[in-house]
């Protein structure tokens, strides 16, 4: 993905974060998670679905920071992390096809230090004098889609995409149709089995034409439409689509072609392939700088996308001393361009709910031409960047105090989402005046809370809210939730849409609606039939009993995640055990809700009076103000007082239960279920208080089926091996954590040998 240098590289969002070296244990933790998730699902987006949902900016200082954090706090790093994964995980519409040599990604440098550096690295890691000669070859970062190209007997008979760096996609038939990739190697003297790598690409002027043409879809950059085009279905559809390819590396070979990386190029050309004529051999770390500067200059005259330039070194001996790392090879370093930029007004400010309930706001420019791409909407990125200050009063790092009618700068990171950088006071118009952020959602009219800590303000109508209507079932049907055979992601996305389904309890009403005997019927839609559609109505009866703690779960209430359910849902025992606790204690709720307001007024105050700040006396005092009942405040105690739940679940979980329509739609669903109380646990298992562990692709139950069983038998549950770890439970694919169990001296057993601990 592309990038930005140094001053550029770390979005507002992110520079407004604190320091990973002042962070708590928890906080760090919760970070960590938040990043893995953005970060797994940007790969997914980027790599397998073709529509990227953030910057190649955002994302690699979200990286970054994920890596720093990793760096600080290890207990958080694992194998599963996305800082230890290439890619994204193959579609499962194209057969797969395993990397005899894996395909990873590279390491990414932003600045001129970050090429010292790397140059530094490489001759201290061969031990080479400072005198030395070094070569280093620099190619331009071509921005398209990864792919491989199997050769044998100078034929071709495999084409692959990178998929997660282990396993690509079989798109051979696409491939072939692409005019610079040859069905057979020119010359005589290629290796008997040969793998070319390189990137499929797409002109401007082609993706101008594409965009232009009746194709159906139009693309928001040549990136986008060379992935989308090779991986069709249709191989006559990518035929149709003005592909084209660069070949810079290769995998597995029979037989070495080359001494250098240069001359690996020029012989991959005799082959008949299309190399870049840009690279070129660098001597020092001056000469790589100017290649780079040379190449950025010319970057608008390509005709071609790149957002940096691939430094590698020359000498082939050198690459295989210097191996490689998990994710990245040591000898190579993506040096990434800036992002482009330009001034223009800002003449309204939108807000705009996302999936999850963020409030983002929305710049609406008068139009501007930035790297070649009408903008006329860019992202604001959150409330405080545009106030410049926080709900404190303390001036927030990165916020820019911006006003509609100002001067805004605005720059396109990673060439795909147009972001405002700054704005400049001096054409300020004098009528302009500070921008008042909403507290309630525009799309349901609920409260947006915004919560301490939080740099983000969100709807809290839930189920109710159509901006999040959609992302809602999602998570419903998802495979910890209520994970309903038959009923995935996809099809309740086409539900919704078709207006079948627009809460989670028009699940349960499915079948009376649109089954036997109804003049419309789900086994007459498209790729459906009788059977079919009885067994997704089966499917659906069998989840009218489903666990207390799966539905809590289910529900989508923001804090409320599996862990925390499972807590709720052994602490009360029952739903509606837990729904009168929640009547009860709501008059505290909203005393200690108006507590914290009060809380933070005194932070802004003091702020601006200059004086250090007494928040928790002014919660004090806002709490004394107010004649709580005493089962009010004995429930509210009891909430908080669970295992495993704070007041800022707590709140959460009242707020979304006062909220009077989605308490509806919440009444709505449940009259449908049966919710069942949790299961007792064990207090003589043979894992009765033990800490356990488990890695690696458990293949005969789920890993949430595992840990809910070990909880039944008593034990603990951690993501992480240390010194206080019993067991280590670990399936195929086991890395560092089954290493470090070994180190620790810790039992090791397989799935099989857990499977009957779990029987009993």
Same mark, same amino acid.
């Given at each position: ?6 001053? @550029? ?6 520079? !407004? ?35 990227? *949902? ?16 990793? =760096? ?21 519409? *194209? ?124 693309? !928001?950059? #040549? ?13 006559? $559809? ?30 991959? @050309?005799?082959?008949? *392939? ?54 990245? #090879?040591?000898?190579?370093? +993506? ?55 926080? =709900? ?112 989670? =309890? ?70 509606? +055990? ?8 709501? #008059? ?11 809380? @933070? ?23 004394? @103000? ?48 049966? #919710? ?29 089926? +595992? ?9 603990? $549950? +951690? ?42």
């Amino acid at each position: 993905m592309a990038g930005e240098d140094e001053d @550029q590289a770390v979005p507002a969002a992110e520079a !407004a974060l604190p320091p990973v070296s002042g962070l708590d244990a928890k906080a760090a933790a919760a970070e960590h998670a938040r990043l893995s998730d953005v970060v797994a699902r940007a790969n997914l987006a980027y790599y397998q679905e073709d529509a990227p *949902f953030i910057s190649d900016a955002e994302y690699d200082a979200s990286k970054r920071r994920l890596e720093e954090i990793e =760096a600080y706090f290890p207990e958080l790093a694992h194998e599963a992390s996305p800082t230890e994964q290439v890619g994204a995980a193959p579609d499962t519409r *194209f057969a797969k096809i395993p990397h005899r040599l894996p395909m990873l990604s590279l390491e990414n440098g932003f600045t001129e230090g970050d090429v010292e550096s790397f140059v530094q690295r490489v001759r201290s890691f061969l031990n080479l004098a400072a005198g030395a000669a070094l070569e280093i070859t620099a190619e331009p970062k071509i921005d398209g889609l990864s792919l491989s190209l199997r050769y044998e007997g100078g034929r071709l008979v495999q084409a692959a995409t990178r998929g997660d760096g282990a396993v690509g996609e079989n798109v051979t038939a696409n491939a072939r149709t692409i005019a610079d990739i040859p069905e057979r190697l020119a010359g005589d003297d290629w290796p008997e089995v040969l793998e070319i790598r390189g990137e499929v690409y797409m002109s401007h002027a082609d993706f101008e034409a594409l965009n232009r043409s009746d194709s159906g879809r139009v693309f !928001a950059n #040549p990136r986008n439409a060379a992935a989308g085009s090779l991986r069709q279905l249709d191989p006559a $559809v990518t035929a149709a689509r003005p592909l084209r390819f660069f070949a810079y590396a290769w995998g597995e070979v029979s037989a070495p072609f080359a001494d250098t990386q240069m001359e690996a190029v020029r012989r991959m @050309q005799d082959f008949g *392939f299309q190399t870049n004529p840009l690279t070129r051999i660098c001597t020092s770390v001056q000469d790589m700088l100017a290649a780079w500067a040379e190449i950025e200059q010319m970057r608008a005259t390509l005709g071609y996308d790149i957002d940096g330039v691939v430094y590698k070194v020359n000498d082939l001996g050198y690459q295989a001393r210097l191996g490689m790392r998990s994710t990245t #090879p040591r000898w190579a370093l +993506a040096h990434k361009f800036p992002a482009e930029r330009a001034w223009t007004r800002l003449e309204a400010i939108d807000i705009q709910v996302g999936r999850t309930g963020a409030l983002s706001p929305v710049a609406r420019l008068h139009p501007v031409t930035v790297g070649g791409v009408v903008v006329s909407n860019a992202t604001l990125h959150n409330e405080d960047y545009i106030a410049g200050r926080g =709900a404190d009063g303390s001036e927030i790092r990165g916020g820019k105090d911006i006003r509609i009618g100002d001067w805004v700068e605005v720059y396109r990171a990673g060439d795909v989402i147009p972001k405002v950088a700054d704005v400049d006071l001096a054409k300020r118009p004098s009528e302009a005046v500070p921008y008042v952020f909403p507290d309630t959602c525009p799309e349901c009219g609920s409260p947006a809370i915004r919560e301490e800590g939080d740099s983000v303000r969100r709807c809290t109508g839930g189920l109710i809210c159509p901006a999040q209507a959609v992302e809602k079932l999602r998570h419903f049907v998802s495979r910890a939730a209520f994970d309903i055979e038959g009923l995935g992601a996809k099809l309740v996305e086409e539900l919704f849409r078709d207006g079948w389904i627009a809460e989670p =309890a028009d699940i349960f009403t499915l079948q009376d609606r649109y089954g036997p005997g109804q003049l419309t019927q789900l086994k007459n839609r498209e790729g459906w039939g009788e059977k079919s559609a009885a067994s997704l109505f089966q499917a659906i009866e069998k989840r009218r009993e489903i666990p207390l703690a799966r539905l809590l779960f289910a529900l989508g209430i923001r804090h409320v995640g599996e862990v925390a359910a499972q807590d709720l849902a052994r602490h009360y025992g029952s739903w509606e +055990a837990l729904e009168a606790a929640l009547d009860t204690a709501r #008059p505290a709720a909203v005393a200690h809700r108006l507590a914290e307001e009060a809380a @933070q007024a005194e932070r802004a105050a003091a702020a601006a009076e200059g004086r250090r700040a007494r928040p928790s006396e002014a919660r004090a005092t806002a709490l004394a @103000q107010v004649d709580l009942p005493e089962e009010a405040a004995n429930a509210w105690a009891g909430l908080i007082a669970a295992d495993g739940i704070g007041p800022v679940l707590a709140m959460s979980l009242s707020d979304a239960f006062a909220n009077a329509r989605e308490r509806a739609a919440i009444d709505r669903l449940v009259v449908h279920l049966t #919710p069942l109380p949790p299961e007792k646990r064990a207090t003589d298992s043979a894992i009765t208080g033990k800490t356990l562990v488990f890695t690696g692709t458990l293949e005969k139950m789920t890993r949430a089926e +595992a840990k809910a069983r070990a909880e039944a038998l008593g034990a603990h $549950v +951690a993501g992480s091996v240390s010194a206080k770890t019993d067991l280590l439970i670990a399936g195929p694919g086991a890395g560092s954590k089954a290493k470090k169990a070994a180190e620790l001296g810790i039992k090791v057993i397989d799935e099989d040998e857990w499977l009957a601990i779990a029987r009993g």
